[in-house]
């Protein structure tokens, strides 16, 4: 398939911090035909400002002000999108505002008063139906390898590098599963091998940042400061 031209729509989007919206992409071929869901290299001006997907969803982080385009390997998009963002709601439902990523048997459960607990025959991160609304997900302390790093890694804990590593990689997960439940059910089409494929983007692209970003935090445990 040959690109000839690439068109974002809507040309500017407004959101707040925490709130995702997806900007959608128009190809025309040199047939002259029209295509959407084309695989495409999307970038952002601002990494801090907002985050974009590769199936062009673009969460926003901070407020600010960027710009979001797609390109192949020979074209880019005539036009970016504008986006702004703005700051983060007070309070929203599914979807809306940062979600809670929680340890179960040690954080109390916002929705009641006691850490919720699994077993260890339950996912490494999981949502109950109760919790959807709320935005509210739990990182299993039963699951095998949660249990082996907070109680025995090198003696320490919750301190040594490895808990540390596994936490980075829950949150990755749960990131991931955000990313492609939105994109389900909104109706994009999804087959079993677009699905994986994404996992694995997603999966990577979010490493990647976590290494440029957080490597204080994988080698040390501390979070740089922010101007």
């Given at each position: 398939m040959n690109i000839q031209?690439?068109?974002?729509?809507?040309?500017?989007?407004e959101l707040h911090a925490g709130s995702r919206y997806p900007v959608h992409a128009k190809v025309t071929t040199d047939d002259g035909n029209l295509h959407e869901g084309v695989y495409l290299i999307?970038?952002?001006?601002?990494?801090?400002?907002?985050?974009?997907?590769?199936?062009?969803?673009?969460?926003?982080?901070?407020?600010?002000?960027?710009?979001?385009?797609?390109?192949?390997?020979?074209i880019e998009a005539i036009a970016p999108t504008r986006v702004k963002v703005l700051n983060p709601k007070e309070k929203g439902?599914?979807?809306?505002?940062?979600?809670?990523?929680?340890?179960?048997?040690?954080?109390?459960?916002?929705?009641?008063?006691?850490?919720?607990q699994f077993s260890s025959a339950d996912p490494?991160?999981?949502?109950?139906?109760?919790?959807?609304?709320?935005?509210?997900?739990?990182?299993?302390?039963?699951?095998?390898?949660?249990?082996?790093?907070?109680?025995?890694?090198k003696g320490s804990g919750a301190k040594s590098r490895e808990w540390r590593v596994y936490l980075l990689e829950r949150y990755i997960e749960?990131?991931?599963?955000?990313?492609?439940?939105?994109?389900?059910?909104?109706g994009e089409q999804l087959t079993f091998e677009t699905m994986f494929r994404r996992w694995e983007e997603e999966a990577t692209a979010m490493q990647q940042r976590a290494v440029d970003s957080l490597s204080g935090f994988l080698d040390g445990g501390e979070i740089g400061e922010t101007a």
């Amino acid at each position: 398939m040959n690109i000839q031209k690439i068109e974002l729509s809507p040309p500017d989007i407004e959101l707040h911090a925490g709130s995702r919206y997806p900007v959608h992409a128009k190809v025309t071929t040199d047939d002259g035909n029209l295509h959407e869901g084309v695989y495409l290299i999307w970038t952002e001006n601002d990494r801090s400002v907002v985050s974009v997907s590769s199936s062009g969803m673009v969460f926003g982080l901070i407020p600010g002000e960027t710009l979001v385009t797609a390109a192949d390997n020979q074209i880019e998009a005539i036009a970016p999108t504008r986006v702004k963002v703005l700051n983060p709601k007070e309070k929203g439902g599914q979807g809306s505002g940062f979600p809670r990523i929680l340890l179960s048997e040690i954080d109390a459960d916002p929705l009641g008063e006691v850490p919720p607990q699994f077993s260890s025959a339950d996912p490494p991160v999981l949502q109950r139906a109760q919790d959807v609304d709320a935005n509210i997900w739990w990182i299993n302390m039963a699951s095998p390898l949660a249990r082996r790093y907070i109680d025995t890694a090198k003696g320490s804990g919750a301190k040594s590098r490895e808990w540390r590593v596994y936490l980075l990689e829950r949150y990755i997960e749960v990131m991931v599963k955000i990313l492609l439940t939105y994109d389900f059910t909104h109706g994009e089409q999804l087959t079993f091998e677009t699905m994986f494929r994404r996992w694995e983007e997603e999966a990577t692209a979010m490493q990647q940042r976590a290494v440029d970003s957080l490597s204080g935090f994988l080698d040390g445990g501390e979070i740089g400061e922010t101007a």
